[in-house]
């Protein structure tokens, strides 16, 4: 499966879901301070807080479907 991304009515890209071993690299990646910006990094630390805190919210494929395209 490749990146898929989700639009806003302007066809604005306003997220992306990716295979969740593209994810980890992207997690690992960040561990191994590469040069990455620093939005990127504030937003994976946050992420990761959210996990250790217990405060992630995961969603399924339908959850996502019925926010952003009411189906």
Do not use: W
């Not at 504030?42 to 992420?47: E, G, L, R, T, Y």
Request: no cysteine; aromatic share 8%.
């Amino acid at each position: 499966m490749n990146a898929q991304f989700i639009t806003n009515d302007k066809g604005e890209k306003t997220a992306a879901i990716v295979p969740i071993s593209e994810y980890e690299d992207l997690l690992h990646q960040h561990h191994l301070n590469l040069e990455l910006t620093d939005e990127y990094k504030n937003m994976v630390d946050q992420m990761l807080r959210q996990e250790t805190e217990g405060s992630a919210q995961y969603v399924s494929l339908n959850d996502i479907k019925q926010r952003f395209i009411g189906k």
